[in-house]
């Protein structure tokens, strides 16, 4: 059977973009693999405070770690499985920014509370290995003009040494 004429015209476009993220994922977990990491800007994608024109709600940033995390949990490389790495950045413009600060200090205090509930603490342990946001480095990518309204804050140091 031929493939075009069984899929609509509109589909082959979602197909198109389905290998496209295919061949992404599998270009991160050779990287993976090989002892490397990788690290996305999410500043792009919509906040959860955003409306969509059919109604619902968007995902946010926060969502998409999440849903590539099954991708990269366990890695063979040199011959131990070991849990892959990964950097997800946001600028301090985005409506999210507060929920992604917040974000890794919320899952560990889920997995400090499994952990008094009696679930493995260790590295590779229940508690830690079912909470989100593990092996991965949260940053916010700050603006000059977010560093220059900084200085002489209290709290704030001059990197100059003024």
Known sequence: MNIRKA??????RWMTQWKHQCGWR???RLLFKY???TGSDLS???STREKLSGGGKPSGPLFVPESLRSSRQRVKSGGKTRRAAKMNT???WHPDIEEF??????EEKKAWALIEQGYDGS???DAYGSVMYQNENL???VSDDFMHASVGRPGMVDPKGA
């Open 7 to 12: 899929v609509p015209v509109s589909s082959n």
């Open 26 to 28: 599998r270009a991160k």
């Open 35 to 37: 002892g490397s990491g």
């Open 44 to 46: 792009t994608l919509r």
């Open 90 to 92: 946001l600028k301090d």
């Open 101 to 106: 600060i917040d974000a890794k200090q919320k």
């Open 123 to 125: 590295y590779n342990g």
């Open 139 to 141: 940053s916010v990518r």
